[in-house]
T-cell receptor, first 110, second 115 residues
Framework: DAKTTQPTSMDCAEGRAANLPCNHS???????VYWYRQIHSQGPQYIIH???NNETNEMASLIITEDRKSSTLILPHATLRDTAVYYC???????????FGEGTQLTVNP | DTAVSQTPKYLVTQMGNDKSIKCEQN?????MYWYKQDSKKFLKIMFS???????INETVPNRFSPKSPDKAHLNLHINSLELGDSAVYFC??????????????FGPGTRLTVL
């Protein structure tokens, strides 16, 4: 699976959009971009995933660049409960392994 | 109803003991996993079972033995516990072990402390 690079930490004001970047410059054509988050002391929670096109669900939006070498997770209106570590993971479609990196600690401030 | 549940939530034990952590999923998934999160917060896969068959076995000491009595359960048994086994252990499940965009659902974790 391709390696990902994320900032160690980010801050965001409550009610504002949180934009979390991820670089995956060695991504292969058969690899998806996944985002999970882990709120303190809880199990990781799936957020969203995509291959080429931008994706949106009730939790977030995922913007993938045309060359697929980077992506951005967008939480449109961050709340205090969105404070968590966010993991960007690149994963092949034929395998089940999720390889977690260090992630980005997002802190949403009141 | 909890989709993926683990028991116990906390486990404190002495070095050298044998202990088990239980995991159950009620999602009807075919694949289950065990992950370990150490004190530095790195989350690493340990095992994966698909329909009761082992499909991933990372470089884990053979003191760790997963057991899947049926596809809704994947228990983790640990023999001769060592200090370094102290960590949070997460169980997860997914619809299958391959395919397009398969999603894993995680349990709440079991915090194991070895004294």
């Amino acid at each position: 699976d391709a390696k990902t690079t994320q900032p160690t930490s980010m801050d965001c004001a409550e009610g504002r959009a949180a934009n979390l970047p991820c670089n995956h410059s060695t991504i292969s054509g058969n690899e998806y971009v996944y985002w999970y988050r882990q709120i303190h002391s809880q199990g990781p929670q799936y957020i969203i995933h995509g291959l080429k096109n931008n994706e949106t669900n009730e939790m977030a939006s995922l913007i993938i660049t045309e060359d697929r070498k980077s992506s951005t997770l967008i939480l449109p209106h961050a709340t205090l409960r969105d404070t968590a570590v966010y993991y960007c993971i690149v994963r092949v479609t034929s395998g089940s392994r999720l390889t977690f990196g260090e992630g980005t600690q997002l802190t949403v401030n009141p | 109803d909890t989709a993926v549940s683990q028991t116990p939530k906390y486990l404190v034990t002495q070095m050298g003991n044998d202990k088990s952590i239980k995991c159950e999923q009620n999602l009807g998934h075919d694949t289950m996993y065990w992950y370990k999160q150490d004190s530095k917060k790195f989350l690493k896969i340990m095992f994966s079972y698909n329909n009761k068959e082992l499909i991933i076995n990372e470089t884990v000491p053979n003191r760790f033995s997963p057991k899947s009595p049926d596809k809704a359960h994947l228990n983790l048994h640990i023999n001769s516990l060592e200090l370094g086994d102290s960590a949070v252990y997460f169980c997860a499940s997914s619809q299958s072990d391959r395919g397009l965009g398969d999603t894993q659902y995680f349990g709440p974790g079991t915090r194991l402390t070895v004294l």
